[in-house]
């Protein structure tokens, strides 16, 4: 089953406007990283955020972690229409000695210019 | 960071076939998995590939189905074998220098792969 659980699904924007994203996860993590997704595309890492930290900043995007929640927050800033795209949660879901990533269903943002 | 390649980027091949992808990267990284995502879905890991031994599979892949070979810390491949139209999906590679944690991951840009 999915560890991470993005919502809203889906979301549509103004350009300049914010954009948030949610992710849900169910166990103890290690860390928990975002990833963007342009179509047809391969991913691209965003930010990392471990379990001891509570909220990381990297130029528009600012994430927060709630461990006591099983939550996480991804928000942009000012957005820009180059920002469509796919935006996937992912949380080390370490068994074990393995480490792998789980990845959750992902979000759609579209930027209306 | 590391740079991922993929080839093929996209191939359309016969029910029963079998093709094999593969995936260099332009840096030692210590860890290195291949996905699958089918249209419109998220990514499920198939394996993680282990250098100079077997790979280990997630739930619901088989190594007869799916073998994979690291024969080198920056370079695998995955093949798709005996292929019916279910197996149509993007096949993605990754690498990450973790160690022993599943850190930041660098993706290749995918093969897509359509099965008629």
């Known amino acids: 089953s999915q560890q991470g659980e993005e919502d809203p699904q889906a979301l549509s924007i103004q350009e300049g406007e914010n954009a948030t994203m949610n992710c849900s996860y169910k166990?103890?993590?290690?860390?928990l990283q975002w990833y963007r997704q342009n179509s047809g595309r391969g991913l691209v890492h965003l930010i990392l955020?471990?379990?001891?930290?509570r909220e990381k900043h990297s130029g528009r995007l600012r994430v927060t972690l709630d461990t006591s929640k099983k939550s996480s927050s991804l928000l942009i800033t000012a957005s820009r229409a180059a920002d469509t795209a796919s935006y996937f949660c992912?949380?080390?879901?370490?068994?074990?000695?393995?480490?792998?990533?789980?990845f959750g269903k992902g979000i759609t943002l579209s930027v209306r210019p | 960071s590391a740079v991922i390649s993929q080839k093929p980027s996209r191939d359309i091949c016969q029910r029963g076939t079998s093709l094999t992808i593969q995936c260099q990267v332009d840096?030692?990284?210590?860890?290195m998995f291949w996905y699958r995502q089918q249209p419109g879905q998220s990514l499920t890991l198939i394996a993680t590939?282990?250098?100079?031994?077997?790979?280990?599979?997630e739930s619901g892949f088989v190594i007869d189905k799916f073998p994979i070979s690291r024969p080198n810390l920056t370079f695998s491949t995955l093949t798709v074998s005996n292929m019916s139209p279910e197996d149509s999906s993007i096949y993605l590679c990754?690498?990450?220098?973790?160690?022993?944690?599943?850190?930041?991951?660098?993706f290749g840009p995918g093969t897509r792969l359509t099965v008629l």
């Open positions: 992912a949380t080390d879901a370490r068994t074990g000695a393995n480490s792998k990533l789980t």
């Open positions: 166990t103890s993590i290690n860390n």
């Open positions: 955020i471990r379990s001891n930290e």
């Open positions: 840096s030692q990284v210590t860890m």
């Open positions: 590939a282990n250098q100079g031994s077997e790979a280990t599979y």
């Open positions: 990754s690498g990450g220098k973790g160690v022993g944690t599943a850190d930041t991951q660098y």
